[in-house]
C-alpha cells in the first residue's frame, strides 16, 4: 500500500520584539496656552510576523505629570495619540519636560512580541519671556544729555542674540552687547544717541528674543522723552 504524502504545514517562528520609534511630540508654548490637548507620533516595525494592529490602544504609552492618553488613530504601522493636558488646558497644567515612555499594554506583533522599549519626551513652556528696558542716565521728562546707555533685561534666558533689534525714534543705535556670550544670557545694552531735539522713544519690539523653548519675547515698555540739545537764550532789555 502506497502513502499519500500530507499537505505541509509550515509557521513563523518569531521571538524578536517588534521595534518603536522615538515617540514624537511637539513643544507646547505660550501661543498654545489655552489648548488642552496635544498629540504623540510613534511608528512601529516588526521584520517577521508584522504589527498587530489589535493592540493599539491608549494603554500603550503613559505621560508624565499626570497628562492623559485618552485616544489613539493610526495609519498603517503609524499610531498618532492623543494627549490631554493634567489641568483644565496647558497654560495652568505643569511647566517643564513631560516624559512618554513604554505603557502596561504594549504592541505586539501577530507572534505576540511586545515591544520592548519606547521613549521620547515633549516640553511644556507657556510662559513667554517678558522684557525691561531702562535708560542711564534717567531722562526724566526731558533731558541734555547727549547719549544714553540702554540695559534691557528678559525675564528668561534668550541666548546671546537678538532675532529684532530695539526701535527707536529721533536716535541712532550703538553695538547691542549681550552681558554674557552663551545660552543663559538675559541681558543686553547699546547707546542710544538723540538726533535732534524732540522727543525720543526707544522699545524692544515683541520677538525679539525667543527662550530655549522658542517661545518669542513679549515688547518691552516703551522710554520716551524728550531730548533738548538747544541752550537757552538769554536776552538784554
Do not use: E, K
Not at 499594554?105 to 521620547?120: H, K, T
Not at 531702562?134 to 547727549?146: D, E, F, K, R, Y
Request: charged share 5%; no cysteine; hydrophobic share 45%.
Amino acid at each position: 500500500q502506497t502513502n499519500i504524502a500530507s499537505a505541509a504545514v509550515s509557521s513563523t517562528f518569531d521571538t524578536v520584539a517588534p521595534v518603536a520609534s522615538s515617540a514624537t511630540a511637539p513643544n507646547i508654548l505660550a501661543a498654545q496656552s489655552a489648548t488642552t490637548t496635544t498629540t504623540v507620533t510613534v511608528t512601529y516595525s516588526d521584520n517577521l510576523a508584522g504589527i498587530n494592529p489589535a493592540s493599539f490602544s491608549t494603554n500603550n504609552i503613559p505621560v508624565s505629570n499626570g497628562a492623559t492618553v485618552t485616544a489613539f488613530t493610526a495609519s498603517g504601522n503609524t499610531v498618532t495619540y492623543t494627549v490631554v493636558a493634567p489641568s483644565a488646558f496647558w497654560g495652568a497644567s505643569t511647566q517643564g519636560t513631560y516624559s512618554i515612555s513604554l505603557g502596561s499594554s504594549a504592541v505586539r506583533d501577530f507572534a505576540g512580541n511586545a515591544v520592548a522599549a519606547l521613549s521620547g519626551s515633549f516640553i511644556v513652556d507657556t510662559i513667554a519671556p517678558g522684557a525691561t528696558l531702562t535708560l542711564a542716565p534717567v531722562p526724566g521728562l526731558a533731558s541734555n544729555s547727549p547719549s544714553f546707555t540702554a540695559t534691557v533685561v528678559f525675564s528668561q534666558a534668550v541666548g546671546a542674540s537678538l532675532a529684532l533689534p530695539p526701535v527707536v525714534s529721533n536716535a541712532t543705535l550703538g553695538t547691542i552687547t549681550p552681558a554674557v556670550s552663551n545660552s543663559t544670557n538675559t541681558t543686553f545694552t547699546f547707546t542710544v544717541t538723540p538726533i535732534n531735539t524732540g522727543t525720543v522713544s526707544v522699545q524692544m519690539p515683541a520677538g525679539a528674543a525667543t527662550d530655549a523653548a522658542g517661545n518669542p519675547s513679549t515688547a518691552s515698555n516703551t522710554m520716551s522723552f524728550t531730548s533738548d540739545l538747544v541752550a537757552p537764550i538769554g536776552l538784554l532789555s
